[in-house]
């Protein structure tokens, strides 16, 4: 995946994110299904993100971008803040 397929798919997911957001104040979808799923929107992202700033290491280190690979879940949602 290329820096330029993992920003429109960040932004695709941010649309998204826009699109449920206004499904649920015209009442299209309940809090909970928006909870539920922005909550699997962030996820995505995150992964997405972490993908990019792989690359842009490699890219820094001299090292071929394309060997990096999206983290699990589980290590994405791990990192410290």
């Avoid at 499904?23 to 539920?36: H, Y």
């Avoid at 972490?50 to 842009?56: E, H």
Wanted: glycine share 6%; charged share 35%; aromatic share 2%.
């Amino acid at each position: 995946m290329s820096e330029q397929d993992i920003l429109a798919r960040i932004k695709g997911l941010v649309d998204k994110e826009h699109e449920l957001r206004a499904a649920t104040g015209q009442g299209e979808i309940d809090p909970e299904t928006e909870r539920r799923q922005l909550a699997e929107l962030e996820v995505m992202l995150d992964q997405c993100w972490d993908l990019l700033r792989q690359r842009r290491a490699r890219i820094d280190q001299g090292r071929n971008p394309d060997e990096a690979q999206a983290s699990s879940v589980r290590q994405v949602e791990g990192y410290l803040q």
